[in-house]
């Protein structure tokens, strides 16, 4: 990542990554999506990181979404094809701590739909059993 105005590429050390990780995983609330919101979300990362100098916000928001890319990669192949350096979960050393952060959004585990049907499925039968126990008291009277 070439650092601002063209000057020398920043590297980032495996500490550095996981640091980069953890702080915009505790400060979700900053990166809300409303008008500016992200800049300044990553001003504030930077800043803690202190970064702000060598990494522009919007470096830091591609580095996001490269590191996010990853992991969904590893977590739809978590095992995957490891061979000619292809990582996988169980060979990426971020991916405990990606998870961790993002493994939790509805955006990552999508809502079990075919559960969801059967617990539907279930609430209809008893509520027939119901209706049915409720029209023979009825008949009854």
Partial sequence: MAGKAGGPAFTWTREMNEKFIR??????????GARNSAA??????????????KVTPLQAKRKWENL??????????????????????????????MDEILGQRPSMKPPDIKNQQQAEARSQERMDRMLALLEKMADRN
């Fill in 23 to 32: 702080l915009r995983g505790e400060r979700e609330n900053l990166f809300t």
């Fill in 40 to 53: 300044a979300g990553w001003r504030a990362v930077l800043t803690e990181l202190r970064l702000l100098g």
């Fill in 68 to 97: 996010k890319r990853k992991y969904k990669d590893c977590k739809e192949h978590p095992t995957g094809a490891g061979a000619g350096g292809a990582v996988t979960a169980a060979t990426w050393p971020l991916f405990i701590l």
